[in-house]
């Protein structure tokens, strides 16, 4: 059953009804799989039994990157990025501790092919309140753009990207503030969410206090946010791991977004569809305990919860 929903808090309440039955069968293993209406959750193994492959091991200049932070490896022009210039002038603790970033560092290649290293700084006021810089050619061109969480001191966190410009780094686009000091926003990733040809750019604000999933266009010099939805969280707050959604893209479909509800225990498949309303692919389906890391694969998602058991999430065509 696929319903529209022009309210999405009206859809929440229609499913409290099946939450409960659906929830009971799972943990009193009367169904090896729980199925609620297009999402099928079901007992695996640890990584869904995905072989992790070894991490390329991170150039020499970045071996004093941020603390807890990761270096990200490009596949174009971009051949590293990272975080750098630790700094505790923003003493937000949503990523479990109160420093942070002050700059963005990207290795390149010069038509030589001699290394160079690039740096973005930040003015004082400003941090970036992220742990990894996430790279996509957002428009099509070859190149990497770099999407950061930035954090401001009177506005709170807000989207950026960055790119490549003679070479130098420089601000690309920039999304609306969370509005607030020490309010945050953790991006989903990117996807052609309305069919236009186009990547767009999903994050949630303010995923501890009301999180909002949020669609964004990418419109140099600006992010513009098209599409909304309430009651999702793709973050526990402290907590250094960023990867609570999984964005899954199915042939013939417009990507769905498999993301938690606010309380960390159940899961949403929503997807943005023509004319410009969300569409909720499955009754809101209810986990046995929190969801604490949530990873894509090809037809649904990887989810490790609280208790230490893992999941394996599929989305039903």
């Not at 090896?32 to 072989?51: D, I, K, N, Y």
Request: charged share 20%.
């Amino acid at each position: 059953m696929r319903a529209h929903l022009p309210d999405f808090l009206l859809s929440r309440r229609r499913s409290a009804i099946l939450e409960s039955t659906v929830l009971a069968a799972c943990l009193l293993g009367l169904s090896t799989a729980c199925v609620a209406m297009g999402l099928r959750v079901e007992p695996s193994g640890a990584e869904c039994g995905a072989a992790l492959a070894a991490p390329a091991a991170p150039p020499t200049a970045a071996q004093h990157r941020l603390p807890d932070s990761q270096a990200v490896r490009g596949r174009n022009d971009v051949l590293w990025a990272w975080l750098g210039t630790p700094t505790a002038r923003y003493p937000h603790t949503a990523l479990g501790a109160p420093v942070h970033a002050g700059s963005l560092h990207a290795l390149i290649a010069t038509p030589s092919g001699a290394l160079r290293e690039l740096a973005y700084n930040l003015p004082i006021h400003r941090v970036f309140e992220d742990r990894v810089p996430r790279l996509a050619d957002l428009d099509g061109d070859g190149r990497d753009e770099i999407i950061v969480i930035e954090a401001d001191a009177i506005r709170g966190a807000a989207l950026v990207v960055f790119g490549l410009q003679a070479q130098a780094l420089i601000e690309l686009a920039r999304g609306p503030y969370a509005g607030a000091p020490f309010r945050w926003l953790n991006p989903v990733g990117v996807a052609d969410f309305d069919g236009d040809g186009r990547l767009d750019i999903a994050s949630v604000t303010t995923p501890h206090i009301g999180g909002v999933l949020t669609l964004h266009h990418f419109r140099p010099p600006g992010l513009e946010p098209y599409a909304k939805v309430m009651d999702v969280s793709n973050h526990r707050m402290g907590a250094l791991e960023q990867r609570l959604a999984a964005i899954v893209e199915l042939p013939g479909h417009r990507p769905t977004v498999i993301v938690p509800d606010m309380q960390l225990r159940a899961l949403h498949a929503l997807r943005w569809e023509a004319p410009g309303q969300w569409m909720e692919l499955a009754e809101l389906k209810p986990m046995a305990a929190r969801i604490e890391r949530l990873t894509p694969t090809p037809s649904g998602a990887c989810t490790l919860l609280a208790d230490g058991s893992w999941w394996r999430v599929s989305l039903l065509p």
